[in-house]
């Protein structure tokens, strides 16, 4: 909240409640480790402000940091953070017998922070009032004043550093004794912190926890390779892929493990990961290589490019649209590339699947090549996903009020209805094919495939979509059943 005033004029501007957008195809959501912050629960940010307010400032311990920052600068607008981590516990500090004071989050960041409490019975203002004023390096500082006694505990949780922790249910509601003197002062120092890398268990959570956000459209792991080698690596991403390529919404943009370094252990570890999977899983993740050099206040730092191509992608989604091709875009907050690769080695990278990011001259850092790891045609072009993302996206939505209707010739006609308005919307912006819509797409959910002797309580929906560019039709089939929901099938 911020506000202004003038004599006889009070201004307050309040900002707006967000709420999360499922037809959005810009918003990202970010897994790995930060500095801070709740493990495991999806916070969702609208700014580099709000990343460092939630998260904490970059430490340099991690990647996810630098890529978040990378996704603003380059004019992403939303993101969702999991945090990532391994065994943690947050530093303390005894306050009273029955209070402590411990760190809002797991962690070694709070260790050493310090906690003055002043406590003063009364004064010339009023009545008896806590202040309290927390340090931790790092951070800024943060001041509490003018509490009453029973309140402190509740007015802390507004602190991004600290809370304060009742140490029996039955205790006192304050944590000032009764009895107390004029005035009493407590220096506390918080200790006992502790960090530990994130494990294969770990961020299998955070990527079944992501899978139930209905808004990121886009899913970066930058710190991944770092934390998870050889096979855990490998067999967490196709967990990942078996997690997302599912849903029909969102797209895995994957960096290559820092360990992979020369072209040949790219091309390799390229080939091995889609030599895993089949053409739908691949389908849902782009390999964006190589790592970037961006700002950071020691000088400049290797930030592996996930982040900043989500941001690119964002920034092209609100002037282009998502049935565009996020290439032959500049890349903002990095001044160079990691390694720059021979005309020859590029051509290697290129065939291997891997998107690159070339620095060409007079124009920058340009993300060069748009599709994804799968061999199929019609699934090769990150254009034509995201283009699927987004219908998929506006079927549910037209679709999921019809769950419950009961199965009839009215209710096939109402969801033809509704499908065909949000086909006919992206027909008029440019993203299908064709000079008329009958040859944009087609929507069939008839006795055709509707037959009586179907289950009554399933009503099933044939939608094909030609992409503007020239392919084949995306096919997706819609099953509607009052015991499953709404499913969404890519034929």
């Given amino acids: 909240m911020t506000s202004a005033a003038l004599p006889g004029v009070s201004l307050t501007f309040e900002r707006a409640a967000a709420g999360d957008e499922p037809l959005r195809t810009d918003v990202a959501v970010f897994l790995g480790r930060t500095r801070r912050g709740p493990v495991g629960v999806p916070v969702r940010v609208e700014s580099w402000n709000d990343v460092v307010g939630a998260f904490g400032p970059p430490d340099g311990t991690s990647a996810t940091p630098y890529a978040l920052r990378g996704f603003f600068e380059n004019q992403g607008r939303a993101a969702w953070v999991l945090r990532v981590s391994g065994p943690a516990a947050p530093a303390g500090a005894q306050w009273t017998d029955d209070f402590r004071v411990v760190a809002a989050s797991p962690g070694a960041w709070a260790n ?239 065939d291997a699947g891997v998107d690159l990011v070339r620095c060409l001259r007079g124009r920058g850092l340009v993300v060069w090549g748009g599709r994804t790891l799968s061999p199929d045609p019609r699934r090769v072009y990150v254009a034509h996903r995201r283009l699927l993302h987004l219908l998929v996206r506006a079927i549910r939505r037209a679709a999921a009020p019809l769950v419950f209707e009961v199965n009839s010739a009215e209710l096939r006609l109402a969801l033809v209805r509704a499908i065909t308005s949000v086909l006919l919307e992206a027909f008029r912006t440019g993203a299908l094919a064709g000079s008329r819509p009958e040859d944009a797409f087609r929507v069939v959910c008839d006795e055709s495939n509707n037959p009586p002797e179907q289950d009554p309580g399933q009503v099933v929906c044939e939608v094909e979509v030609a992409p503007a560019v020239p392919m084949e039709f995306i096919a997706l089939r819609l099953v509607l059943g009052q015991d499953r929901g709404l499913e969404v099938i890519e034929q």
Avoid: C, K
């Avoid at 790092?138 to 007015?155: D, I, L």
């Avoid at 991004?160 to 005035?183: H, K, Q, T």
């Avoid at 990527?207 to 934390?227: F, I, K, R």
């Fill in 112 to 350: 050493g922070g310090r906690v003055a409490v002043r406590y003063s019975a009364s004064s010339v203002a009023g009545p008896p009032a806590v202040t309290v004023r927390v340090l931790v390096p790092g951070e800024p500082p943060e001041t509490f004043a003018g509490m009453a006694p029973g309140e402190v505990a509740g007015r802390l949780t507004a602190s991004r550093l600290i809370r304060v922790v009742p140490l029996r249910p039955d205790g006192p509601a304050s944590p000032i004794p009764a009895g107390a003197p004029l005035s009493l002062a407590w220096d506390l120092t918080l200790t006992g912190g502790t960090d530990s890398p994130p494990r294969r268990n770990d961020y299998a959570d955070a990527v079944a926890a992501q899978a139930d956000l209905p808004e990121p459209a886009l899913v970066a792991l930058p710190d991944l390779g770092a934390d998870l080698t050889g096979t855990d690596h490998t067999d967490l991403v196709l967990e990942l892929l078996r997690v997302v390529a599912p849903l029909l919404d969102r797209l895995v943009l994957l960096d290559v493990p820092p360990d992979v370094s020369t072209v040949d252990e790219v091309a390799e570890w390229t080939r091995a990961l889609a030599g895993l999977g089949d053409e739908v899983l691949l389908a849902a993740v782009a390999v964006y290589h190589p790592p970037l050099r961006a700002p950071s206040p020691d000088g400049l730092r290797t930030v592996p490019a996930s982040g900043h191509v989500a941001g690119l992608v964002a920034r092209l989604d609100a002037e282009r649209g998502a049935a565009h091709t996020p290439a032959n875009a500049t890349l903002l907050d990095a001044v160079d590339i990691e390694v720059e690769y021979p005309e020859a080695q590029q051509v290697r990278l290129f």
